[in-house]
């Protein structure tokens, strides 16, 4: 082999070299950015459903007090209902 082959040859390879340990750091650099978008990402998902989770118990407790409210109030206004049928009617009391 020629001089000048071998020093292509070991350009070659050095360049090589180079290049891939270049683009090893930018692939890990890249990587470890992406995790951290990621951890960021589910920490505020985490918060998001922690707050949804808030939202909807309190929503809860409200439908709970109004059931309550529809519940104790029908069996009221039931009975309130049957007395109005026992009274007379304000027609029949004028006649």
Do not use: C
């Not at 519940?71 to 009975?79: E, I, K, P, Q, S």
Request: glycine content about 4%.
């Amino acid at each position: 082999m020629s001089a000048q082959l071998i020093a292509i040859l070991i350009f070659v390879v050095v360049i090589t070299a180079v290049v891939l340990g270049i683009g090893n750091d930018m692939l890990h650099r890249w990587l470890r950015h992406k995790e951290r978008h990621m951890e960021l990402m589910a920490n505020k998902t985490a918060e998001q459903a922690a707050q949804y989770a808030t939202r909807a118990e309190k929503l809860e407790q409200r439908v709970r007090v109004l059931e309550r409210i529809a519940t104790d109030r029908g069996a009221d206004l039931a009975m309130e209902i049957e007395d109005l049928r026992d009274q007379p009617d304000i027609g029949e009391k004028l006649q």
